[in-house]
């Protein structure tokens, strides 16, 4: 097999001693979806209530 990264492909993965790896929880949080849309559900909630008033 010949490719770009046969060279790097196997080597660990590097561990930095100045700063420690991140835990997987404090990781996964930082990717949590829809996080800038707080407050997202109230406001459909507070529209879909005004939209059946008016039918």
């Known amino acids: 097999m010949n490719t770009p990264y046969d060279d790097i492909i196997f080597l660990e ?3 930095s ?3 420690p790896r991140m ?3 404090d990781r996964a949080a930082q990717f949590a979806p829809f996080a800038a849309l707080k407050g ?3 406001v459909i909630d507070e529209n879909r209530e ?3 008033e008016n039918y």
């Open 13 to 15: 993965h590097p561990n």
């Open 17 to 19: 001693k100045k700063h």
């Open 23 to 25: 835990a997987r929880a």
């Open 40 to 42: 997202y559900e109230e």
């Open 50 to 52: 005004k939209n059946e």
